[in-house]
């Protein structure tokens, strides 16, 4: 049955549409974090057991052994689920700070918790702190041009302009130099 919570987040994930956030489920989150706490506290007790033993806790392999070792992989796999569940919603977050903006409509904003509405402001806030300090704006232009070549309309010709290491105009168009 414990296994089951931890593996219902990540079912939660698969069935969502990619790009798109159910609600957080804080029950299951909640309780899986109490079953975290419980593989732990019976993992120290076999473990303070085995040394109250005076067992050798590397070569010493009973049921207490054992035991330890299943609340421990336990405990690992709680915590990779607990991450692929938190990891997917914060990628999804942050996507959508470069589809919808800075401002997340309500339907959104009730999907999230506290510390998901923290993370999209202050990656806002990060974003619209380095689009001022680099003045450019980041969130122009999303979708490359599908053409990589630029064609320019000559409307005076004015000779050669050089460009540097970037390339050359000329009256007839442009063309880059590779280096």
């Known amino acids: 049955m414990y296994a089951r919570r931890a593996s219902q987040l990540l079912k939660e994930l698969d069935a969502c549409e990619p790009g798109q956030l159910v609600v957080f489920n804080s029950d299951v989150f909640d309780q899986v974090i109490r079953e975290c706490g419980e593989h732990n506290a019976q993992f120290q007790a076999l473990i303070r057991k085995m040394v109250e033993q005076n067992l050798d806790i590397e070569t010493t ?5 054992y035991g330890a070792a299943i609340h421990h992989l336990s405990l690992l796999r709680n915590k990779r689920c607990l991450m692929a569940y938190m990891y997917n919603r914060a990628e999804t ?3 959508f700070r470069w589809k919808i ?11 999230l918790n506290f510390s998901e509405k923290e993370y999209f402001r202050s990656h806002s806030s990060a974003i619209k702190s380095y689009i001022s300090e ?8 999303m979708v490359p041009p599908k053409d990589p070549y630029i064609q320019v309309r000559v409307l005076e010709d004015i000779g050669e302009v050089s460009l540097g290491s970037h390339g ?3 009256g007839v168009g442009i063309t880059y130099d590779v280096k």
């Open 61 to 65: 392999r009973n049921e207490d052994h």
């Open 93 to 95: 977050i942050r996507s």
């Open 168 to 170: 050359r105009i000329s």
């Open 101 to 111: 903006g800075p401002v997340l409509p309500h339907e959104i904003q009730e999907k």
């Open 134 to 141: 680099m003045d450019i704006d980041l969130t122009v232009d």
